[in-house]
């Protein structure tokens, strides 16, 4: 099995930035879907942004209503990493961050699928907003 590691978390003020990434060599693959995921202390985890590559190549990306037009996920096929770049940070948006990969599609209905789906993941790193 693939390893996949996260790097990039850490304290930051709100309105302050982020870059996140996963090295995560084994998935970065055609027809694998890549995604970013987060759990704040008592809740639910929940996809962030996800990304999917067809056979062919071409990438579709998904991403909650919460971060978009702040959040933008990547993949650097040279560098075998996954990123996300977190902009205009706010404290809601302070927990751990993981990566993940699964098999097949990334989206249902255009919505990131939960969590559950996916097979592989990073242990995770931790980012914190303070006002």
């Known amino acids: 099995q693939g390893q996949m590691v996260e790097s990039g978390g850490g304290s930051v003020q709100a309105g302050g930035s982020l870059r996140l990434s996963c090295a995560a060599s084994r998935y970065i693959t055609n027809q694998y879907c890549l995604g970013w995921f987060r759990q704040a202390l008592g809740k639910e985890r929940e996809g962030v942004a996800s990304m999917y590559t067809s056979y062919t190549g071409d990438e579709t990306e998904y991403y909650a209503d919460s971060v978009k037009g702040r959040f933008t996920i990547s993949r650097d096929n040279a560098k075998n990493t996954l990123n996300l770049l977190m902009l205009d940070l706010q404290q809601e948006d302070s927990a751990t961050y993981y990566c993940?990969?699964?098999?097949?599609?990334?989206?249902?209905?255009?919505?990131?699928?939960?969590?559950?789906?996916?097979?592989?993941w990073g242990p995770g790193t931790q980012v914190n907003v303070s006002s």
């Open positions: 993940a990969a699964k098999n097949g599609g990334c989206a249902l209905g255009g919505k990131i699928l939960a969590f559950r789906y996916f097979g592989f």
